[in-house]
């Protein structure tokens, strides 16, 4: 397990650095996050018990899944590994005093802070893509069974292997020979490395092939696996600000990524995907 760095913090010092900029506090209220905030809550609201259901949010970042869950009436323990993060959910959760937080501290996913069949919801949507090992992988995948109660179900986000590469097509980043070999590699192994220091770039990430993310949850010793795709290719719509912004053309493109959320052949078209299992 990691020790703290000087600022507290259970993360690399690259991946530290990058999220001490402070963006992922206001990340899924623009752009494409916007789609991936909103695809997120309605996927998980599919398998969400009724409240009072106690919650992990593990690498729950700044708190926006954790204060939404607080808000509907459950019991939500929010843990991260970035300082900064806590610090951030904790100030969301005292804005929100009729539905605060159960509990907001520093936390990591391989080993919780919780007691054994004590949860009925885990959430993982960051730590995966941040474990770049498979044995830490599913060592956190392993802690989140092991506090769900018997039924209780998990939630695992994962990067797409084909991410940077559509990306690149996208926004021209594959123009940048640094950022072409980043993109090579993660086709190539997963392995995700910003060797450029571009802050768009993102930082040190394990990228999943949807078969691997789906076997990584199974051997884990969950159960019932499905694999749901986030954004579907609605990421990469060029307009895709005016689009979201258009009530009309928002449900419409909502809708085309509903009907092909889980088609095999394009879950990895999608930024990011969902692994839903039980215990």
Same mark, same amino acid.
């Given at each position: 397990m ?5 600022s ?9 650095a990058?999220?001490a900029a ?10 494409s ?13 599919r398998?969400?018990p /009724?409240? *009072?259901?106690?919650? !992990?949010?593990v =690498?729950? #970042? %700044? ?7 607080? &808000? ?8 991260d /590994?970035? *300082?900064?993060?806590? !610090?951030?959910? =904790?100030? #969301? %959760?005292?804005?929100?005093?009729m539905?605060?937080? &159960? ?9 919780l ?19 770049t ?11 989140a ?5 018997t ?5 695992a ?7 940077s ?7 021209g980043y ?5 950022f ?9 192994d ?7 220091g571009?802050?768009?770039y ?6 999943h092939?949807?078969?691997e ?5 199974a ?17 990469l ?12 053309r ?26 839903i299992?039980?215990?």
């Amino acid at each position: 397990m990691p020790t703290p760095t000087e600022s507290g913090s259970l993360l690399p010092p690259d991946i530290e650095a990058h999220y001490a900029a402070g963006f992922e506090v206001g990340r899924l209220a623009q752009g494409s996050g916007c789609l991936e905030f909103a695809r997120t809550q309605e996927i998980i609201q599919r398998v969400l018990p /009724p409240p *009072p259901a106690v919650i !992990a949010d593990v =690498g729950g #970042a %700044s708190g926006r899944y954790a204060c939404w869950l607080a &808000a509907l009436g459950h019991e939500v323990h929010l843990s991260d /590994p970035m *300082p900064l993060h806590v !610090a951030q959910a =904790g100030e #969301a %959760s005292a804005a929100q005093p009729m539905y605060p937080l &159960a509990s907001c501290a520093i936390g990591e996913a391989r080993a919780l802070n919780r007691p054994d069949d004590s949860t009925d919801m885990v959430l993982l949507l960051g730590p995966l893509y941040h474990l770049t090992n498979r044995v830490d992988r599913l060592a956190a995948l392993k802690e989140a069974r092991r506090v769900l109660r018997t039924g209780g179900t998990l939630i695992a986000a994962a990067i797409s292997r084909f991410a940077s590469t559509l990306d690149g097509l996208r926004g021209g980043y594959l123009d940048d020979p640094a950022f072409a070999a980043i993109a090579n590699r993660d086709l190539a192994d997963g392995q995700h490395r910003n060797s450029a220091g571009h802050p768009a770039y993102f930082t040190t990430a394990f990228f999943h092939h949807p078969d691997e993310l789906r076997q990584e949850v199974a051997d884990a010793g969950l159960v019932g696996v499905k694999l749901l795709a986030v954004e579907g290719p609605a990421w990469l719509l060029q307009d895709f600000e005016t689009r979201w912004n258009d009530p009309g053309r928002r449900e419409r493109l909502l809708d085309a990524v509903r009907r092909i959320e889980s088609e095999p052949s394009l879950l990895g078209a999608s930024a990011h995907l969902l692994a839903i299992a039980q215990k």
